[in-house]
T-cell receptor, first 110, second 114 residues
């Protein structure tokens, strides 16, 4: 089976930095993705890592260590609008569907 | 921008009814997917399709079927709705090939079975 573990909830202060971790145990690995979902909205793509290292896109960065089966999403300069659920997802094959974690609900407080 | 449109945002049906959820994408994507989302369980794959008239079972296909007669449309069918199928249903699409291709999601259909 496939298993992705991420914290269920995280709370952080506006303006701060928060890291959401994801560890995975899957039958194959082609890359780790992150999606954001606001309440009542559709999941939207944030980032994709196929190789080890850090990918930066504005205030968001994503990191991957394939040897540790681990990745994280880093959100800097947190804003209230960043309050949402964040899902890590693994591609286990070249054109297979994503396998999603259960999601981390991020609450940004003033 | 990719647009994935699900026919209803909210739907209420009765136990035993046959229910159709429709999904249309406008970007000529080969791949289409149906997920259900329940609190604390994340997104679970029901069925997916790589091409017209082609379908593959996901992790939780029991009680569901799908139809893909045209490339842009992927329908989810609840053959005989039951209360445990009350959930949020999300449709997604993506381009074929390349593990980095993102999945684009519709806004979801919140289905209640009474």
């Amino acid at each position: 089976g496939q298993s992705l573990e991420q914290p269920s909830e995280v709370t952080a202060v506006e303006g701060a930095i928060v890291q959401i971790n994801c560890t995975y145990q899957t039958s194959g690995f082609y890359g780790l993705s992150w999606y954001q979902q606001h309440d009542g909205g559709a999941p939207t793509f944030l980032s994709y890592n196929a190789l080890d290292g850090l990918e930066e896109t504005g205030r968001f960065s994503s990191f991957l260590s394939r040897s540790d089966s681990y990745g994280y999403l880093l959100l800097q300069e947190l804003q209230m609008k960043d309050s949402a659920s964040y899902f890590c997802a693994v591609r286990v094959g070249g054109n297979t569907p994503l396998v999603f974690g259960k999601g981390t609900r991020l609450s940004v407080i003033a | 921008d990719v647009k994935v449109t699900q026919s209803s945002r909210y739907l209420v049906k009765r136990t035993g009814e046959k229910v159709f959820l429709e999904c249309v994408q406008d970007m000529d994507h080969e791949n289409m997917f149906w997920y259900r989302q329940d609190p604390g369980l994340g997104l679970r794959l029901i069925y997916f399709s790589y091409d017209v008239k082609m379908k593959e079972k996901g992790d939780i296909p029991e009680g569901y079927s799908v139809s893909r007669e045209k490339k842009e449309r992927f329908s989810l069918i609840l053959e005989s709705a039951s209360t445990n199928q009350t959930s949020m249903y999300l449709c997604a699409s993506s381009l074929l090939g390349g593990a980095g291709q993102p999945q684009h999601f519709g806004d979801g259909t919140r289905l209640s079975i009474l």
